[in-house]
C-alpha cells in the first residue's frame, strides 16, 4: 500500500539528481574560468553519478509501478557490475580530487605544472579504468556460485552481500575476496585522502591571512562532506562483521549510496561553492537579457 508512495520519492529524487548533476556539468563548461583541473573532476564526478543512480532506480521504479519485482540472472549480474564499477571509480576519483586541494593548497607554485592537462586526464582515466577492472572480477566471482536455495534477494538491488546469503556451499573465500576488495577500494583511498587534508589542514593554520585560510577551507568543504558520505556507507556495509549482518539496515545503506549520496552531491558542491553559483546566476542572467 505504500508502493504509490515509494514510487513518487524515487521518481522526483532521480529526476533531482539527473538534473543537478547534469546542472553542474554545463554550468562548469559554459564558464571559461571554470575550467580548471578541480571542476574538470567535478564533471567527472557529477556524470558518474548520472550513471551511477541511472543503474538501480529506473529499475526500482518499474518494480514499484508494475509489481513485477523479477530480474534475470544476467540482469542481476549487469546490475551488480555497473554498481561496483561506478562505486570503485567514485573512490578514485576522490582521491584524485582531494590530490588536487592538496598541490593546490600546498604546492601553490607548483599547481599549474603539476596539474596540467595531462595529468588531470590521467587520474580520471585511471579512476574509471581502475573501477572497471575491479568490478569485472568482482562480479564474476560471485555469479559463478551455485545459487539453489531462494532466489529472492532481501534488498532493493542486486548487491553482493544479499547474493552471497543466497548461494550454496561455503562462501567464506568469497566474502574474504569482498574484503580484500573493500580494503583496497574503500579503505585504502580513504586513507589517502585523509593523509591529503592531514597536510592541507597543516597549511591552512599556518596561513597568516584570515582571508586566505576561509577561502582554503571553503574550497575543501564541500570535498569532504562528500567524502564523510560516500566512504562512512561504504565502510559500514561492506566491512561490518557477518555476526551484525541485517537485512533492514542494509537496505537503508544501499538506498543512501545509490539515490540519496547523488542527489546531494550537487546540492552541497552549489551550496558551498562561490564560483559554482556565480556561474549559475551569470547564465541565468544572460538568458534573461537575451
Given at each position: 500500500h505504500l508502493q504509490h508512495l515509494f514510487f513518487s520519492v524515487f521518481l522526483v529524487t532521480y529526476i533531482v539528481t539527473l538534473a543537478g548533476n547534469l546542472l553542474i556539468i554545463v554550468l562548469t563548461l559554459a564558464d571559461p574560468a571554470l575550467h580548471t583541473p578541480m571542476y574538470f573532476f567535478l564533471r567527472n564526478l557529477s556524470f558518474l553519478e548520472m550513471c551511477y543512480t541511472s543503474v538501480n532506480v529506473p529499475k526500482k521504479l518499474r518494480n514499484l509501478l508494475s509489481g513485477d519485482k523479477t530480474i534475470s540472472v544476467i540482469g542481476c549480474a549487469m546490475e551488480t557490475y555497473f554498481t561496483f564499477f561506478l562505486g570503485g571509480s567514485e573512490s578514485f576519483l576522490l582521491v584524485s580530487m582531494a590530490y588536487d586541494r592538496y598541490v593546490a593548497i600546498c604546492k601553490p607554485l607548483h599547481y599549474a605544472v603539476v596539474?596540467?592537462?595531462?595529468?588531470?586526464?590521467?587520474?580520471?582515466?585511471?579512476?574509471?579504468?581502475?573501477?572497471?577492472?575491479?568490478?569485472?572480477?568482482?562480479?564474476?566471482?560471485?555469479?559463478?556460485?551455485?545459487?539453489?536455495?531462494?532466489?529472492?534477494?532481501?534488498?532493493?538491488?542486486?548487491?553482493?552481500?544479499?547474493?552471497?546469503?543466497?548461494?550454496?556451499?561455503?562462501?567464506?573465500?568469497?566474502?574474504?575476496?569482498?574484503?580484500?576488495?573493500?580494503?583496497?577500494?574503500?579503505?585504502?583511498?580513504?586513507?589517502?585522502?585523509?593523509?591529503?587534508?592531514?597536510?592541507?589542514?597543516?597549511?591552512?593554520?599556518?596561513?597568516?591571512?584570515?582571508?586566505?585560510?576561509?577561502?582554503?577551507?571553503?574550497?575543501?568543504?564541500?570535498?569532504?562532506?562528500?567524502?564523510?558520505?560516500?566512504?562512512?556507507?561504504?565502510?559500514?556495509?561492506?566491512?561490518?562483521?557477518?555476526?551484525?549482518?541485517?537485512?533492514?539496515?542494509?537496505?537503508?545503506?544501499?538506498?543512501s549510496y545509490t539515490v540519496i549520496t547523488p542527489m546531494l552531491n550537487p546540492i552541497i558542491y552549489s551550496l558551498r561553492n562561490k564560483e559554482v553559483k556565480g556561474a549559475f546566476w551569470k547564465m541565468v542572467g544572460r538568458k534573461r537579457f537575451c
Open positions: 596539474m596540467n592537462r595531462k595529468m588531470s586526464t590521467g587520474l580520471a582515466a585511471g579512476s574509471w579504468l581502475s573501477g572497471f577492472l575491479m568490478s569485472f572480477g568482482h562480479t564474476s566471482m560471485v555469479f559463478i556460485l551455485p545459487f539453489c536455495r531462494s532466489h529472492e534477494i532481501n534488498n532493493f538491488f542486486c548487491d553482493i552481500p544479499p547474493l552471497l546469503k543466497l548461494a550454496c556451499g561455503d562462501t567464506s573465500r568469497n566474502e574474504m575476496a569482498v574484503f580484500m576488495v573493500v580494503m583496497s577500494f574503500v579503505t585504502f583511498p580513504f586513507m589517502l585522502i585523509l593523509m591529503s587534508y592531514f597536510y592541507i589542514i597543516s597549511t591552512i593554520l599556518r596561513m597568516s591571512s584570515e582571508e586566505g585560510r576561509r577561502k582554503s577551507f571553503s574550497t575543501c568543504s564541500s570535498h569532504l562532506v562528500v567524502v564523510t558520505l560516500f566512504y562512512g556507507s561504504a565502510c559500514i556495509m561492506y566491512l561490518k562483521p557477518n555476526s551484525s549482518y541485517s537485512p533492514d539496515i542494509d537496505k537503508f545503506l544501499s538506498l
